[in-house]
């Protein structure tokens, strides 16, 4: 599936459930990891990127069991893991490698961590800084910035640290490490970031506390196996939810889906251009709010500006919020989006480029992107970037477009999510 032809539809209705959550699917897998005992993992993402998470983990010896959306892990506890025989491969996924650096930098043994040709040219001085700085020895690729990863773990010591920059990736990666240390590790970020890790730690009987954008965790614990349920992706539903709001008469609800604070903020953003979004069913599961989000097209979106400030919160949406500003009327900025230069492609130049192939009025600017609605886009061929969020953003953007596009690297989106297009064919028939 190296390209996919999507044309424009007059109608976008239905119910679905998106894809597990990929970040809480990450943090499960390796949490249950380091716990003593069995853990069982319910309604896992199976996709990429958390397979290479799992993968990890079992080339340090530990048993995950397993088919379809259940898994058995069956940890070890913080000291338990093997010295790796090969080079760890952590595939397209930023979230593994950043994370398990933080634990393998607890563990008094040698091991190489590596990706694809996507992966290896993320920026890794952000978690290697930090992790030296506790006593960690990493050497890395381009003078200590690219991977692969060389790291001889163990012998770490409690650190104060503040982030130059709110990432959650970053922040878990410290805290995983401080599990290992003698004494209390500080972080504190600029913004809120999205706090799974924080929430699933306690659970599981760690010391840790949060005081604003202050996390607190004290080593020293060992962490017990887990029984939880994965809520849905709030990331996946979010290209639903801008399909429905672009199309008259259309109406979907997405059932099941996360709706943690430090993940939402796309909603706020809709809301700000005039979409009704409704949230219904509101209930915990395993720890973390859920509900059923139901939107219907209609309402003509408004141009906004965002700010750093609101960027944290909907890093990984967006490509999609984009393509709503293509269709929304005036001239939308957002600023204070340069991370968003380096994730799995830099989003910022592939949206501007991509948007613009299809008629859009798009500036760029260094740390982020200005759109003026001009209530059309036309259908041609667009590029994925081999970013499975641009992939699926463009797709969004070719259902009220003028004509077919063609998506080229529309593979991409196994990374995260891949039913997407099957998902997309039923509510769009």
Not at 101 to 107: I, K, Q, R
Request: hydrophobic share 40%.
């Amino acid at each position: 599936m190296d390209k996919v032809d999507v044309g424009p539809v007059s109608v976008f209705k239905g119910e679905f459930f998106p894809p597990s959550d990929k970040s809480i699917s990450h943090r499960a897998v390796i949490l249950s990891s380091l716990a003593e005992g069995r853990s069982v993992v319910k309604n896992f993402l199976r996709a990429q990127d958390t397979e290479s998470t799992a993968n990890a983990f079992r080339s340090l010896g530990i048993e995950i069991l397993g088919e379809d959306s259940m898994l058995t892990i069956h940890g070890k506890g913080l000291r338990g893991l093997s010295e790796p025989q090969g080079v760890v491969d952590c595939g397209n996924s930023g979230t593994t490698i950043r994370l398990i650096s933080g634990v393998l930098s607890g563990n008094p043994f040698f091991s190489v961590l590596t990706g694809d040709d996507s992966l290896r040219k993320r920026p890794m001085a952000r978690v290697i800084r930090p992790l030296s700085l506790m006593g960690s020895q990493i050497m890395a690729r381009a003078d200590n910035r690219y991977p692969p990863l060389a790291i001889k773990g163990g012998g770490l010591n409690p650190l104060r640290y503040e982030l130059p920059v709110a990432s959650a990736q970053v922040k878990s990666s410290i805290l995983l490490a401080g599990l290992y240390c003698d004494g209390e590790t500080v972080i504190t970020e600029p913004a809120k970031s999205r706090d799974h890790t924080e929430r699933m730690l306690p659970a599981q009987g760690a010391d840790l506390r949060v005081e604003g954008r202050t996390v607190f965790v004290r080593g020293g614990r060992e962490l017990s196996p887990m029984e939880m349920e994965v809520p849905g992706d709030f990331s996946s539903a979010a290209f639903f939810i801008v399909a429905a709001l672009l199309i008259p008469g259309s109406e979907i609800t997405a059932r099941n889906v996360g709706i943690n604070p430090t993940r939402t903020g796309l909603l706020e953003a809709l809301s700000r251009m005039g979409a009704k979004v409704g949230i219904e069913n509101v209930r915990q599961m395993s720890g973390e709010p859920v509900a059923d989000i139901h939107c219907a097209g209609g309402t003509a979106l408004k141009a906004i500006d965002l700010t750093e400030e609101s960027i944290p919160s909907l890093i990984d949406e967006f490509p999609v919020f984009c393509v709503a500003a293509a269709y929304a009327e005036g001239f939308t900025t957002v600023r204070g989006a340069s991370e968003l230069r380096v994730k799995e492609s830099d989003r910022i130049k592939a949206m501007a480029s991509e948007l613009r192939k299809m008629g859009a009025w798009v500036e760029e600017y260094p740390d982020g992107i200005g759109i003026k609605g001009i209530g059309w886009l036309k259908g041609t061929e667009v590029e994925s970037h081999g970013d499975h969020r641009i992939a699926m953003a463009m797709a969004v953007a070719a259902l009220a477009a003028e004509g077919t596009t063609t998506i080229r690297g529309a593979s991409a989106v196994g990374i995260s999510f891949p039913a997407f297009f099957d998902i997309l064919k039923r509510l769009s028939s």
